[in-house]
């Protein structure tokens, strides 16, 4: 829910956009008998997916701004968003209160966690040299991610199927739509190998409540005065029971912004400490930890460099293209240290036109 203080929708939005005028007419309606102006809606984030998040002010007392989701019921499901921020609050996280909800329409009112992501704040730290500022950042989202994998929910599995299905967007729209590669027969067979690899190894590890998106577009730095503290956590929606590993592959390798690998390890040890101290069953030799979390990412990254694509590709958002490099260097790093993933970085260095070198394996 980022503000980026665009200008509220004109009368005029409302009559070429019949959702944006119900939504009107709904906070006109006092939503949970709060009282708003719905005159002050203005936009205040993008998103990838058919959800969209306003702000708007309160008439009186209370919070100064509040948010207002817009999820589709055809595309978004109201009722798990709201459990989930629930079952988080109860957790001790600082997600949104749900203070309002009309499910057949999509609109939930929310209370707002600010407009300063952690992509910001982090990127304004490291352009002042301040690197204190950045880690302990990181330690209260290292923290938060202790006490969400503690959450215990009834939620779907992240299974075979769901992660097999992830990196088939990998070739899908990557290789074939971005790259315009036609794999031969050795490649896809490869790749396949790879993948069936990969999943046999998440599939294997201990299992959590996973955010499935915990990264620094999604975290909030809230004021001083949130009695719950930093992070503010968003776009929780789609958490499953999933691999231990995942989130914090999301955080220490985000798309957005890239930490030194020395860096990366540090952070690691601290939540794997953190974790271990709080009873989650992490794997107790640190070694063999993060080698699942190198290939926890790799499922993830092959996913993301799919999911990237087809935003541009199918949904027009260029925006996504200038973070694949990004995420390719993680992808092709993993690649060339394990001998199981070897298929995979002979593609990339025949699609990419890189010269055979040696790998490093374990």
């Not at 119900?22 to 809606?41: F, K, M, N, V």
């Not at 993301?304 to 694509?309: D, E, Q, T």
């Amino acid at each position: 829910m980022t503000s980026t203080h665009p200008e509220s929708p004109s009368p005029s939005s409302s009559e070429a956009d019949p959702r944006l005028a119900a939504l009107r007419a709904w906070l006109q309606s006092s939503p949970g008998g709060i009282a708003l102006h719905p005159a002050s809606l203005r936009p205040a984030s993008a998103d990838a997916s058919f959800r969209r998040y306003f702000r708007v002010d309160a008439a009186a007392g209370g919070d100064a701004s509040l948010i207002v989701m817009d999820a589709p019921p055809a595309q978004e499901d109201v009722g798990a968003f709201c459990r989930i921020a629930g079952l988080l609050r109860e957790g001790g996280l600082s997600a949104p209160r749900v203070l309002a909800r009309d499910d057949a329409q999509g609109f939930v009112l929310l209370s707002d966690l600010g407009g300063t992501t952690y992509l910001d704040a982090l990127n304004q730290a490291r352009a002042a040299g301040d690197a204190a500022r950045c880690d302990a950042l990181m330690r209260d989202a290292l923290g938060a991610l202790v006490r969400l994998q503690g959450v215990r929910a009834e939620l779907p599995a992240y299974d075979r199927q769901r992660l097999q299905a992830e990196m088939d967007l990998f070739e899908a729209w990557y290789l074939r739509l971005q790259m315009q590669a036609e794999l031969r027969d050795e490649e896809r067979q490869g790749l396949r190998r790879v993948m069936d690899a990969l999943l046999d190894n998440v599939l294997a590890q201990p299992v959590v409540l996973v955010h499935r998106d915990y990264h620094s577009r999604n975290l909030m730095v809230l004021d001083a005065q949130c009695e719950r503290g930093n992070p503010g956590v968003l776009d929780f929606q789609d958490a499953v029971l999933g691999p231990i590993t995942y989130d914090l592959v999301s955080l220490l390798r985000d798309a957005y912004i890239a930490w030194p690998e020395q860096q990366q390890i540090d952070w690691a040890i601290r939540y794997w400490d953190g974790a271990r101290a709080a009873g989650l069953p992490v794997n107790p030799d640190f070694g063999a930890f993060y080698r699942d979390f190198e290939w926890m990412g790799l499922q993830r990254q092959l996913k993301v460099l799919g999911i990237f694509s087809r935003l541009y590709h199918r949904d027009g958002k260029a925006q996504y293209l200038g973070d694949l490099p990004l995420v390719l260097s993680y992808v092709r790093a993993v690649a060339g240290r394990y001998a199981e993933f070897a298929p995979l970085l002979r593609l990339l260095d025949r699609l990419h036109g890189v010269a055979r070198r040696d790998a490093y394996t374990f």
